[in-house]
C-alpha cells in the first residue's frame, strides 16, 4: 500500500469508535510496562476471553508477549491524560500516574471503569501488530463515564445527558420518554381525552426528574438512549427510549402500536413522533431525530440501536 492508501485506510478504521484501555505487565527484569490501546475486544464468555493488539514497534511488545500475565484498564473519562501518557515514548511512565499493584503483582490503574486480570492464552503474529489473547481470571468495575475515542479525537460517551440536564436547568425544556411495556407504549391519558407520552414535572425537569417520576409511579424503568429533540411552544422537547416493567399506575395506559388513537394525541409533532415509532419498530431499527414542530416531521439524524443485538 503507498503512504496515501495507508492513510486513507487508517481513517476508515478511526470512523469506529471505541472506549480507551491502558493495558498493563510486568517485565523480566519486574518493571511495570504498558501501552494505551483501542484495539480491545471481548471474544468469549465461556470460556471468557479478550485480546488486545500491540504494535510490533512498541518498545514493550517482547515484555507483553513473553509475561505470563496482563491487565486491562478500560479509562475513564477523567483519565485522559493517563492514556496520553501511556501511548508516548516516556521512559517513566509509572512515575506520572498512581498505579497499584494487584494480582500477580500487575499494575493496576485507579479510576478505571474496568479491570480485567488476564493469564496469557494466545499469541497470534498478524502483519505489523501481535494479538494477545488473555483468559479472564477476574473482573471489577466502577461506576463513572468511560472515555471514547473517535476518528483521532476524544469524546465523552454520556454528554447528551448532562447537555439534557443543563438545558432543563435552563428552564426552557421538556424532558419525556417512549416507554415500552410487554410489547405496548405506556402512554398518558388527560382529562377531556388528549393523549401524550409521560413527561418528569415542571419542579424537576431534568433527566435525573424524569427517572423520579417514574419510580414514584412504582414502575422500573431503564431509558436506554436519547429519541428525540425538537421545538414545540418556545420549548425544546428532549424524550428518551425506554422499557418498563411493573404495575401499571393510575394516568397511565398500556397502548399496543397499532392502536395509538393519533386523533387524540397532544400535538403534531409527538403524533409525527409515535408514528415514526410505530414504523420504526416493525423495522427493529431506531434512529434520533431532530427538528421543529412546524410541519410536524422530525429529520432522521441517525440510526441508533436495534430492539436485539446477537453477537457472535
Same mark, same amino acid.
Given at each position: 500500500m503507498t503512504d496515501a492508501e495507508k492513510r486513507a485506510l487508517r481513517d476508515a478504521f478511526g470512523q469506529f469508535a471505541t472506549g480507551v484501555t491502558v493495558v498493563t505487565t510486568r517485565g523480566? #527484569?519486574? !518493571?511495570? *510496562?504498558g501501552f494505551t490501546a483501542n484495539s480491545f475486544t471481548s471474544v468469549s464468555l465461556d470460556p471468557p476471553l479478550l485480546l488486545v493488539c500491540i504494535a510490533k514497534s512498541a518498545a514493550s511488545c517482547d515484555a507483553f508477549c513473553e509475561a505470563g500475565h496482563f491487565a486491562v484498564n478500560v479509562l475513564s473519562e477523567d483519565q485522559k491524560q493517563v492514556s496520553g501518557l501511556f501511548a508516548s515514548r516516556s521512559e517513566d511512565k509509572f512515575a506520572q500516574v498512581d498505579w497499584t499493584a494487584g494480582a500477580h503483582d500487575l499494575p493496576l490503574i485507579p479510576g478505571?471503569?474496568?479491570t480485567f486480570i488476564c493469564a496469557r492464552r494466545e499469541v497470534i503474529d498478524a502483519g505489523d501488530h501481535v494479538v494477545l489473547m488473555g483468559r479472564v481470571e477476574a473482573a471489577q468495575t466502577h461506576d463513572a463515564p468511560p472515555l471514547g475515542y473517535h476518528k483521532g479525537a476524544?469524546?465523552?460517551?454520556g454528554l447528551e445527558?448532562?447537555?439534557? #440536564?443543563? !438545558?432543563? *436547568?435552563?428552564g426552557m425544556a421538556r424532558i419525556g420518554a417512549i416507554m415500552e411495556r410487554e410489547g405496548a407504549l405506556l402512554l398518558r391519558h388527560h382529562h377531556?381525552?388528549?393523549?401524550?407520552?409521560?413527561?418528569?414535572?415542571?419542579?424537576d425537569c431534568s433527566l435525573s426528574g424524569l427517572t423520579r417520576k417514574i419510580s414514584t409511579l412504582g414502575l422500573t424503568a431503564t431509558l436506554d438512549h436519547l429519541y428525540a429533540v425538537y421545538e414545540e411552544a418556545g420549548s425544546h422537547v428532549i424524550v428518551y427510549h425506554g422499557t418498563a416493567s411493573g404495575p401499571v399506575p393510575e394516568g397511565l395506559v398500556p397502548?399496543?402500536?397499532g392502536s395509538i388513537p393519533f386523533d387524540a394525541v397532544?400535538?403534531?409533532?409527538?403524533?409525527s413522533m409515535l408514528a415514526r415509532y410505530q414504523e420504526e419498530y416493525q423495522h427493529g431499527q431506531f434512529g434520533i431525530y431532530q427538528g421543529p414542530q412546524d410541519g410536524?416531521?422530525?429529520?432522521?439524524?441517525h440510526q441508533v440501536t436495534g430492539r436485539a443485538i446477537v453477537k457472535g
Open positions: 523480566p #527484569d519486574g !518493571a511495570p *510496562r478505571s471503569v474496568a476524544y469524546f465523552s460517551i445527558d448532562r447537555l439534557v #440536564d443543563a !438545558a432543563a *436547568r435552563s377531556g381525552g388528549a393523549v401524550s407520552i409521560p413527561f418528569a414535572p415542571e419542579s397502548t399496543p402500536l397532544v400535538s403534531k409533532a409527538q403524533r410536524g416531521e422530525m429529520g432522521l439524524v
